[in-house]
C-alpha cells in the first residue's frame, strides 16, 4: 500500500497580505487553478514542470507512461481540495471520494474579533457540491445541513483526529492499492506525525508547499517507508508557493 499526501493549491486565504480579509471556505487563486492542472498532469504522466518527456522515478514506481499510477483518490470536503482534486480525477480516470475526516484544522470558521470570536459555518452543502462536482463520490453525513458544525476546533481535538485517521490508513495497508489524499498543510503535518511516530523530542513539522506530495509506502510486517516529502518538480520555479 502506498499513500501520496498531497496539499492542496494555492488558496485565496493563502495569497491574502491581510489575513483579516479571510473567507470561511475559499476557492483556488489562478495560480492555485494553474498548480493544480500541473499536478494532475503530473500524476497522471510522471512530467515535471511542463517538460515534453517524461521523467518518472521508477524506485518510486512511478513511469513515464503510467504515472503515478494512482488507483484511488480521496479529498477533503473544503473547496480548496475540491477543486484541486477535481482536474487530478479528470486526468487519472477517478471518481474522488470525500472524506470528511481529512479537513484543515480548525474546520469552517471565521474569526470575527472581541467580542464575537470564532464562529463556525456549515460548508458546502451536498445539493452544492453535487452541483460543482457532480462526478465526486460524496458521504451520507454530508447533508443539505452542510457537514461542518463545531464551531471553531482547537488543536487538540485536530490531533486526535488526525490519530485517528492514521489508524485509518494502517487498516487499509494490506490493500494493494495506491491511494492519492488531497488534504491540508496542517493537518497533513498531523497526520504524518501520527503515521511515522515520534522521531524527536520535540514534535516534527511536515512543511507542504500548494500541491506538494509526500509518498509512505507501508511494506510488510507495518514497517513504514518514507518514499519523499514535499515533492514540488511537477512546478515551474515561479508558481512555487
Not at 521523467?55 to 512511478?62: L, N, Q, R, T, W
Not at 479528470?90 to 470564532?118: C, M, N, Q, T
Not at 463520490?137 to 452542510?146: K, N, S, Y
Request: net charge negative.
Amino acid at each position: 500500500m502506498e499513500f501520496f499526501i498531497i496539499r492542496h493549491a494555492q488558496s485565496t486565504n493563502n495569497a491574502l497580505a491581510d489575513q483579516r480579509e479571510r473567507v470561511c471556505d475559499p476557492l483556488l487563486t489562478e495560480l492555485g487553478y494553474r498548480q493544480a492542472r500541473f499536478l494532475a498532469e503530473h500524476l497522471a504522466t510522471g512530467r515535471n514542470g511542463g517538460e515534453e518527456a517524461s521523467s518518472g522515478d521508477p524506485e518510486a514506481g512511478i513511469t513515464g507512461t503510467t504515472g503515478y499510477g494512482v488507483t484511488r483518490l480521496v479529498c477533503s470536503p473544503m473547496r480548496r481540495a475540491l477543486l484541486t482534486a477535481q482536474p487530478i480525477g479528470r486526468a487519472l480516470g477517478l471518481r474522488p471520494e470525500v472524506w470528511l475526516d481529512i479537513h484543515e484544522h480548525g474546520g469552517i470558521y471565521l474569526d470575527h474579533g472581541e467580542p464575537v470570536g470564532k464562529i463556525g459555518y456549515p460548508g458546502i452543502t451536498r445539493r452544492e457540491l453535487l452541483a460543482e462536482f457532480p462526478d465526486f463520490i460524496v458521504p451520507d453525513e454530508l447533508t443539505e445541513a452542510g457537514w461542518w458544525r463545531d464551531g471553531y476546533e482547537e488543536l487538540e481535538e485536530c490531533e486526535a483526529r488526525a490519530a485517528a485517521v492514521a489508524e485509518k490508513l494502517h487498516g487499509l495497508s494490506s490493500a494493494d492499492e495506491r491511494i492519492a489524499i488531497v488534504t491540508h498543510g496542517g493537518f497533513s503535518s498531523l497526520l504524518l506525525s501520527h503515521l511515522l511516530g515520534p522521531a524527536y523530542p520535540q514534535p516534527a513539522s511536515y512543511h507542504h508547499d500548494n500541491t506538494g506530495i509526500s509518498l509512505i509506502r507501508f511494506k510488510p510486517g507495518g514497517h513504514i517507508s518514507v518514499r519523499f516529502l514535499n515533492r514540488i518538480a511537477h512546478l515551474p520555479p515561479d508558481m512555487i508557493s
